[in-house]
């Protein structure tokens, strides 16, 4: 834990995913799933979202633009210490969102649970027992009827690195150097989310030429019971 920690302190100190603008899916998932903004003032909802690896912070700040009271987590302080900066350079109140340095297999809210939970290139980036509590604690957190959104890179997109076991990789690249990368296919993601409604699975690809260069599934389940 603490040897992944730090890589991913290192990786946020060299600034590899300050990304400011939201992530396009994400956005087509709370249109269409969860509300459907249709006005230039965005009014307060009364859905409360779980953000699991917020990084610096762009997925929070969209989602509290647009009235939602968020909680984002990371296991990098790192991280968080830029989705504050980010946060507050948007002149958001501290009161519409929180923001916690912690791994999200030991997060646990005695407080609240969630209508939305969501996971943009955060359930592939860390080890697979990690993942496995994560997934543990996503059940326990998501309120009954609420929603869950995930993408997942794909077998198909291999990086640079050693792999540990079936599906995790040390990262060998100078991005993220040192980072676990999890990959992912369908039979794996149906057996780890097996206690969730499937709403949609969509495999978006990138080609230059006949190579991969991107590939990911793109996951939205639902808490039925």
């Known amino acids: 834990m603490k ?6 302190e290192k990786s946020y100190l ?4 300050l990304l400011l603008y939201p992530d396009e899916n994400l956005i087509r998932f709370v249109n269409k799933f969860v509300y459907k903004r249709t006005k230039y003032h965005a009014k307060k909802m ?20 647009n009235g939602f009271h968020t909680t984002g987590i990371d296991i990098s302080k790192n991280a968080i210490d830029k989705a504050k900066k980010l946060l507050k350079y948007k002149k958001l ?15 646990f809210s005695k407080e609240s649970s969630f209508d939305v939970i969501v996971s943009c290139a955060s359930l592939d980036s860390m080890p697979s027992n990690e993942i496995d509590l994560t997934i543990e604690n ?18 198909s997109q291999k990086r640079k690195g050693k792999f540990i076991n079936n599906y995790d990789q040390i990262v060998d690249e100078n991005h993220e150097r040192g980072t676990i990368q999890s990959y992912w296919d369908l039979k794996r993601i149906k057996k780890k989310f097996q206690n969730l409604k499937t709403i949609e699975i969509k495999r978006i690809t990138s080609r230059q030429g006949k190579k991969i260069t991107n590939e990911r599934f793109y996951c939205i389940f639902k808490k039925i019971a």
């Open 46 to 65: 009364k859905h409360s979202f779980l953000d699991i690896g917020c990084g610096a912070g762009r997925n929070v700040a969209y989602l509290v633009e």
């Open 3 to 8: 040897i992944y920690k730090k890589t991913w």
């Open 14 to 17: 060299r600034n590899e995913n």
């Open 138 to 155: 996503i059940n326990v957190l998501l309120k009954k009827k609420g929603f869950l959104y995930v993408d997942l890179m794909s077998f």
């Open 93 to 107: 109140s501290d009161k519409k969102y929180i923001l916690k340095n912690t791994s999200s297999a030991n997060y």
